[in-house]
């Protein structure tokens, strides 16, 4: 029964070294970006806009990830993010629509494209990546004929506030005071169960610290965001999604089943899993996240264009990549995916600027992506 | 002088000595048949032969024509005329007949392959091997069989000396036994040696000049064919001590806990092959049964079907707990109380990269965690039960599957299942590749978990398992039930004749 706490915190070691490791990285990126752009980089101002800049790709890297972890991908995010936001404006515009209907519409079309593309995946047998491939072109030849090949404004403020919106820093704080009563639960919980199973000595040092690191944060974070306007909307909401995506991966049966569907297939499948309607859910539940990050980003611009999302599917794949996800499936972390958005979003920021080129900047980002895969491959022989 | 002389070759894998001081010679123009139990060492013999082994991971001497050979690979093996025809092929099905035949060898100028001598001289092998194949069509569009035949057509292509056959009729017709039969007639009389592995016993007779039986990865003898009979041959395939790593034991039987009836199962890849054929058994609680049978018996496939896992079409009806059940998917089977611990851990078994604990809990993960959220404290709780039970020797819970022994990661699937609490649980080949302290153990919870009421079918290609373990035993030959035995009749000799097809 010792055995089992030393366990728990042996693998607490490994598990979290790539994460220490990553956010040292991050740290170091900042670091020298601050330097580099006399103490730009890290104000109020810039990180509440980098944070906003990050939260698209952040959300689609959420969902993406459960679906590489799957064992799957998607490539078609770019072009359904497009449809669905261009649908988001042609509902307003055209027909009229009042902004919650248009908003449920935009995530419903976004979702049910994502469900199709699971059971193609799933049911059909046909490979995610050809199937998503194939909705790349589909989904994104479908806004093109929507939208007429023209740029949709949107006028509604109401709209634009879910883009280009601040929490009031009063509900700022109410919502972090919530947070950290949960954040408190979670590890009342978890010691509670640990306590009434019998496992032992209950480290309650250890059990403080993953309450207190949480807490800091949350309040680090809303002094920052405070001190510019407030948390922006687009920023909550990429929090939030992160923090639901979060715990379906690491607290419910479902987000086990992708972990084992993507570690071994025939082996969960034999284990009694239904490989099939847990690959349908995963790609749904990209699809929603997908039509989400669609409002925002069309909010944000306040209008639908043709090429809206281009290659943004990359951007979400690099972010998981980046965070320690293997495209063969079974390993990878929503907090991974979410640093690796946020290093992903701090070159594009900081080399802007700086005044990069923007050949050079691509050029950087593709190289980091290729070296960061390169040096976990060399770190994992090792170990 | 001998065409092939192998001499003292041993062969070690961690944990298990697969040959221990085979020799073996095969003359000119001779039919030698190498027969012997499963996990005799006979493929690894063959695989040191091919060089797919190479030099330097075995000890002792392998001579052609009187020369010492040291391969460093199929290529070496190939120049010094050593042609392997492998139980499965190994031809690529996009292809056609002709190009597999040259495939790599292809005739070709500056490295455009000229299409039309290719298939002249495709079609002059073929003729000369009486075998009315065109080879312009993708090997793919034939039938295993035929595939098969173009395999050893393209094995004699390389003007083999020595041609190693590993179960060639497994696939094949009656017929294309018989013209598989003409060629190795016809090359007996060119002087090719052949080496000849087959369980069916029959065929074993009909052709070999010498048989070498191999027992536990040594050379039992080779004898004259003609000197032979095949009870002896059984007897020395057999010869072991049931030794006395089987604890004993005494189930008490209870009432049926499962019932089986009129098994089929038809192959995925080849329409209307039966791979089980109208199987009906039962086990009752506390009983383990145990199935016995040689390789492509239908023993997994048998236990894959009624498991609610099999891929291709099957029919027929299974009774779990006194009523009738409908089993579509593996989770049915979980639901009605059946346990599947299969065979191959890495690849059916075991998520390798993941730890223990998820491992343990993943077939009964909604029972020991939770319906919809997850709890690690229950889950840790439920799975160390089977950890400290079966004795798992890791770290912890923590420690991630692949880095076990082959005998901890078992352990580790007999703990999944047992968290599943099953009434039924098959075992497939429980303890291969494992080593014999583990075996042993595994053994011991065997019986226990017979003794506290569970009902266990154990599928094991280890004969001595087979007899040692099991109350009653069911042999399988080609699908079909070919004998049942109770612990007092089964004898070694008995099984293997069932099993070999031979009453």
Redesign the interface.
Known sequence: ?N??S???S??LNTSNLRAYIMIAVLALIWAYFHWATDSIFLTPRNLSNLMTQMSVTGILAVGMLMVIVSANIDLSVGSVMGLAGGIAAYSLASWEFSVPVAVVIAVMVAMAIGTFQGILTAYMNIPAFIVTLGGLLAWRGAVKWQLGGNTVPIAEDHYKFIGQGNLPMSYGWALAALAIIFVIFMVYR?VR??R????GDVNYTAAALKAIIPIAAIVAFMLVMNSYQGVPIPVLIFVSVALFGAFLT????????L??IG??A?????????NRLNVVKVFALLGALTGIAALIFSARVGAASPDAGVLKELDAIAACVIGGASLMG??GTIFGACIGALIMASLDNGMSLLNVRDFMQDIIKGSILVAAVGLDMFGRKQG | MPLLEMKNIVKEFPGVRALDGVSFTLEAGEFHALVGENGAGKSTLMKVLSGVYPAGQYSGEILIDGKTMEFAGIRDSEKAGVAIIFQELSLVKELTVGENIFLGREPSTLGVINHSELYHRAADLLRGLKLDIDPRVPVGSLGIGRQQLVEIAKALSQDAKILVLDEPTAALTDTEVETLYGILEDLRSRGVGMIYISHKLEEVFRMSDRITVLRDGKTVGTHRAAELTKDAVIAKMVGREVGDIFPASHHEFGETAAAFRNITAYSPDVPGKKLVDDVSFHVRKGEVLGIAGLMGAGRTELLMTI?G?WKGKWSGTIEAGGKQIKLS???D???HGIG?V?EDRK?????????II?NMT??A??RV??????????E??AA?VPMSSLRVKA?????VAGTLSGGNQQKVVLG?WLLTEPKVLFLDEPTRGIDVGAKQEIYAEINKLAQDGLAIVLVSSELPEVLGLSDRVLVLHEGKVAGEFTRTEATPEKLMAAATGHQ
């Open positions: 029964m055995a089992m030393e366990n728990k042996s693998s978890s169960s640990a009434s199973y019998g496992l690491t607290s419910t049966t479902f987000g086990r089943y972990y084992a570690g071994n025939e082996a969960a499948r034999l284990s009694g899993i239904n079974g390993r | 498991f896992s998917s593996p989770s089977a979980i639901r599947f299969t690849r059916f078994g075991l998520m390798l990269d993941h730890t998820d993943l077939a993960l909604k965690s939770g319906q919809f959220l997850t709890d690690r404290s229950r840790a709780a160390s770290g912890s819970l923590m420690t999944k």
